[in-house]
Every structure is written in structure tokens, then in C-alpha cells.
């Protein structure tokens, strides 16, 4: 269970360290940093990384239900962190030009943020454990009935989701590096 908003004020206090790097740039050089250029270049790869952690650990963790692998709700709200501050680099990686592939690529991290967040508030009305197992809780029978229907219908839309973003940003990734590296 996520007992706490913890992961969300860490998300807040990197956003704004994050920003304030940002504007630095910004400021010393009097320009927006391009996505393909050392600052813009390399708030893109440190992002997507952070999302490529967002989409794999939790689900590894998820499956290796284990003594010595530390809380589900910890690793859930690193995914969180993560997940939030990823794809905010990520967007300060565009430029704030959207064209073509790389704008449906940012579309879907706006969706797939968007559709975690609503996650977050299903998943924390099911009452768990610290290990992320439900429990008899507050919840009457048919409120928690509903929740969990609610809950594995956000699945079967959140990790398709997932899937669309990570095939879409390889294809992103491969032809800036192809057209906008190799080829200058
Ligand atoms: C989910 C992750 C990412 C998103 C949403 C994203 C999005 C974008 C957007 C919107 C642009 C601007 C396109 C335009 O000019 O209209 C861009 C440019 C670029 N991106 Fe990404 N990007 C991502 C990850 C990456 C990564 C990991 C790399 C490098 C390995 C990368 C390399 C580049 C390069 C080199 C450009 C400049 C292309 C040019 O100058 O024409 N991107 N990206
Ligand atoms: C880059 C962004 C993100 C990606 C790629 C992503 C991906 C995923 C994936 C693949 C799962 C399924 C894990 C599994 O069942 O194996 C998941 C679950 C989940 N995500 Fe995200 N996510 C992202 C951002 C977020 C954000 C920002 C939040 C909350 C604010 C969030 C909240 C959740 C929750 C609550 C679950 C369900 C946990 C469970 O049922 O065990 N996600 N996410």
C-alpha cells in the first residue's frame, strides 16, 4: 500500500532542480536548447532512460515476489518517481517542437503520465499490504468490487499504452540518430 505522497514531493523538488538547470542554460546561451544539441541531447537520454527503468523494474519486481527484494510499495513509488521525472526531462528534450513521429512519441509520455496518475489514485483505494497484497480493509464489498474492475481495466489500457510509447520512441531514437548524428 502507498502510505505516503513521499514519491510525489521528490518528483516536485527534481522537477524544480531540473527546471532551474534548464533556465540556467537558457539564460547563458539566450537560446531554447536544441534537442539534438549537448544540453537538449542529453536531458533526452537521461529522460528516456529514467522511463526504460519506469517500464521494466517494477514489472520485474512484480513477478519476483521474494524475501530480499525490498517493499512493493517502495519500488512502486520509484516507479512513480521516476516516471514523472523522466518524462519531464524527456520534454524539455523537445524543444517544443512537435513534428512528426517525435510529436505522437510525446503525446503518448503525456497520455501514459496522465493514465498513471489516475492508476495511482484506483490503486491506492484497494487497501494492501506494504508488499502490494489487498486485504480486508475500509472498503464495503461492492466499492471494492468496483475498484478492482476499475483497476484491471486501467491495465489493459495503461500497458498497451506503454508498448505503443517504447516501440514509437526506438523508431524516434533510431532516426535522429541516423539523420540528425550520422548524417551531418
Ligand atoms: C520518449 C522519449 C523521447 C521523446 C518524446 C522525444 C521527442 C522529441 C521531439 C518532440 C523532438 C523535436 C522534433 C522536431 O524538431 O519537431 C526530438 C528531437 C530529437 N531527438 Fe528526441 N525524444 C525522445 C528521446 C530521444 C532520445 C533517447 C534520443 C537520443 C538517443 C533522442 C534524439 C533526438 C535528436 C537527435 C533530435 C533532434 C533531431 C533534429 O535535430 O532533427 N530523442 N525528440
Ligand atoms: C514513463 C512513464 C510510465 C510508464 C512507461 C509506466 C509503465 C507501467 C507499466 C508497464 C505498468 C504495469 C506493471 C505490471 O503490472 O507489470 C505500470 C503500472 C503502474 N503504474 Fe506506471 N508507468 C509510467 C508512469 C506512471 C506514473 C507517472 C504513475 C503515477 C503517478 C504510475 C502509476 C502506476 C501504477 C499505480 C501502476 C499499477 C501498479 C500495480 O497494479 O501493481 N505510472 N506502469
Redesign the pocket.
Known amino acids: 500500500m502507498l502510505r505516503s505522497n513521499a514519491e510525489l514531493w521528490w518528483a516536485f523538488f527534481a522537477g524544480i532542480f531540473i527546471t532551474i538547470a534548464y533556465g540556467a542554460v537558457v539564460f547563458y546561451t539566450r537560446e531554447i536548447p536544441?534537442?539534438?544539441e549537448l544540453f537538449?541531447?542529453g536531458i533526452?537520454?537521461l529522460?528516456?532512460?529514467l522511463?526504460l527503468m519506469t517500464e521494466i523494474l517494477y514489472s520485474i519486481r512484480k513477478r519476483v515476489r521474494g524475501a530480499g527484494w525490498g517493499r512493493m510499495a517502495i519500488w512502486l513509488q520509484f516507479h512513480i518517481f521516476t516516471g514523472l521525472v523522466?518524462?519531464y526531462m524527456?520534454?524539455l528534450?523537445?524543444?517544443w517542437?512537435?513534428?512528426?513521429l517525435?510529436?505522437v512519441?510525446?503525446l503518448?509520455?503525456i497520455i501514459i503520465v496522465f493514465s498513471g496518475i489516475i492508476g495511482r489514485y484506483i490503486y491506492t483505494r484497494i487497501p494492501r499490504t506494504l508488499d502490494g497484497l489487498e486485504i480486508e480493509g475500509t472498503l464495503s464489498e461492492a466499492a471494492l468490487r468496483q475498484a478492482r474492475r476499475f483497476m484491471s481495466l486501467w491495465h489493459t489500457v495503461h500497458i498497451p499504452i506503454g508498448m505503443a510509447?517504447?516501440i514509437s520512441?526506438f523508431a524516434?531514437?533510431g532516426g535522429?540518430?541516423y539523420?540528425?548524428?550520422l548524417l551531418k
Request: hydrophobic fraction near 45%.
Open positions: 536544441a534537442a539534438g537538449g541531447h533526452g537520454i529522460g528516456f532512460t522511463m523522466g518524462p524527456v520534454l528534450h523537445t524543444s517542437k512537435f513534428n512528426g517525435a510529436g512519441v510525446t503518448l509520455t510509447l517504447f520512441a524516434h531514437i535522429a540518430i539523420y540528425a548524428t
